[in-house]
């Protein structure tokens, strides 16, 4: 099916209710932006939903880069357009959050859309930082994994561990990059 060509490719966001949606340069979430040297690049963001929602973000490298305020006027609705500065290869995302609503029992409202690549100088993004996180975030996930140990049988436990001893050798692949 062609929604999961669009997952493997990255066009996805999540989301507890809210929508997000940005294109970088004719690209979206999944692809690469090419740049032959430092630049910028024109974003255009949307961020909507049902419930009340607070603000809507543009994350650079895991740095909020610009925001914008829902409007008080109970249009649950952002949009804008903007130039963001690369100087180096990374990656842009948007993100929107709200308060908790009687109408999203899952508490504050959130969507995150995946990255759009930027790639400048043909040089990929330094993600020794990103990987270093998420191998923290394995440890604990599998130490939690370990001692709540829910698993209906032992084969159901080791495919997940497996899963995150095969998801940790990656991250140390990026680091040794």
């Given amino acids: 099916p062609k929604w999961i060509d669009g997952l493997r490719a990255g066009r996805s966001f999540v989301t507890n209710g809210p ?22 690049i024109k ?37 804008w357009e903007q130039e963001v500065s690369f100087g180096r290869s ?3 995302a948007l993100r929107a959050s709200g308060p908790s609503h009687a109408d999203n029992p899952g508490g504050p409202a959130y969507a995150h ?6 790639e400048v100088a043909g040089r990929p993004h330094e993600a020794r930082a990103d990987a270093q996180y998420f ?16 698993f209906p049988r032992a084969a159901q436990r080791e495919h997940a561990l497996a ?6 050798k990656a991250y140390v692949k990026l680091i040794g990059r």
Avoid: C
């Fill in 19 to 40: 929508f997000v949606e940005m294109i970088a340069d004719q690209k979206r979430p999944g692809e690469v932006i090419k740049l032959s040297e430092p630049g910028k």
């Fill in 43 to 79: 974003v255009k963001a949307r961020a909507w939903s049902h419930l009340p929602m607070q603000r809507a973000e543009l994350v650079q490298n895991g740095r909020v880069v610009a925001t914008r305020e829902f409007p008080a006027d109970g249009k649950q609705e952002v949009n």
């Fill in 90 to 92: 990374g990656w842009l």
């Fill in 113 to 118: 859309s995946s990255a759009v690549y930027v």
């Fill in 135 to 150: 191998l923290k975030w394995i440890d604990r996930l599998e130490i939690a994994l370990r001692e709540r140990n829910r």
């Fill in 163 to 168: 899963q995150l001893e095969q998801a940790r």
